[in-house]
């Protein structure tokens, strides 16, 4: 924690992620991946920092997944990278999906708001190749409902629009062998502390949070109004796609992999 207390830029860095409900793991994986900082910090120590007695009066632990307002005894928390087979890790993960060589992998995450406001909140996947994004709401955080959203959404494709999803280690997914049994996917996981191995969902939430804010009240949203803010992004052209949008690239991408 001195670290933080001795670099204030670091410190404001660190408060302002956490905020934007960034993971301790995220923020680090962050900062090593882009070269942000000299100084080198690991997740416990922006654990201890959120629960210290300095630093406790700022709530930062309302951003975090779990929003608990002290520490499990560290012994009693499970990894949940022992949780997932080694099949499903990223690193068995065939190299033309992270090329974006094949159509139909998506990247998904969980956006999260503020802890009064409820359970409530927004799952986006993105489809790698075509940046093709869909907003799902949720009214709680269990996997297995999550997950059987994902199969209502997707149902319409065919297989080879929905071959696979890579997600985060997060609980919400723990669930994941219900998109196999569901709707033939497969999950693929990242590693911890490396948000930059999804980066096409990283960016999504950049845009989708302009519209959607921490404190936003989601029980006054809709899923039609999620549905439109998702065919406006898929609407809006792309550099990376040449200057076509989402929904352009997905459709000609559907078409010609049928």
């Given at each position: 924690m001195r670290k933080l207390r001795r670099y204030p830029e670091l410190r404001k860095f660190v408060i302002e992620q956490l905020e934007a409900h960034w993971s301790p793991e995220q923020i680090?994986?962050?900062?090593?991946?882009?070269?942000?900082?000299?100084?080198?910090?690991?997740?416990?120590?922006?654990y201890r920092f959120i629960y210290s007695k300095e630093e406790y009066a700022l709530k930062l632990y309302e951003h975090l997944a779990e929003m608990r307002t002290k520490r499990c005894p560290r012994g009693t928390r499970r990894s949940r990278s022992s949780r997932i087979?080694?099949?499903?890790?990223?690193?068995?993960?065939?190299?033309?999906?992270?090329?974006?060589?094949q159509f139909g992998n998506w990247e998904?995450?969980?956006?999260?708001?503020?802890?009064?406001l409820g359970e409530a909140n927004?799952?986006?996947?993105?489809?790698?190749?075509?940046?093709?994004?869909?907003i799902i709401k949720n009214n709680s955080r269990h996997s297995k409902p999550i997950m059987n959203k994902i199969i209502q959404a997707f149902a319409a494709l065919p297989y080879h629009a929905r071959r696979s999803f890579t997600s985060d280690r997060?609980?919400?997914?723990?669930?994941y062998r219900a998109l196999e049994d569901g709707m033939g996917a497969k999950?693929?996981?990242?590693?911890?502390?490396?948000?930059?191995?999804k980066g096409a969902i990283e960016n999504i939430n950049k845009r989708i949070r302009r519209y959607l804010p921490s404190n936003t009240d989601l029980t006054q949203v809709s899923q039609a109004q999620l549905t439109a803010l998702?065919?406006?992004?898929?609407?809006?052209?792309?550099?990376?796609?040449?200057?076509k949008t989402p929904a352009e690239a997905f459709a000609t991408l559907l078409q010609e992999a049928a």
């Open positions: 680090c994986g962050r900062l090593v991946s882009h070269g942000l900082s000299a100084i080198r910090l690991c997740a416990e120590t922006i087979p080694e099949a499903f890790r990223i690193h068995q993960r065939p190299g033309f999906i992270g090329n974006r060589l998904g995450d969980l956006i999260i708001f503020d802890r009064d927004v799952m986006t996947l993105v489809e790698r190749k075509s940046r093709y994004c869909v997060d609980s919400e997914c723990m669930a999950s693929w996981f990242c590693d911890p502390n490396s948000p930059w191995q998702a065919h406006n992004l898929n609407a809006t052209p792309r550099k990376c796609l040449g200057f």
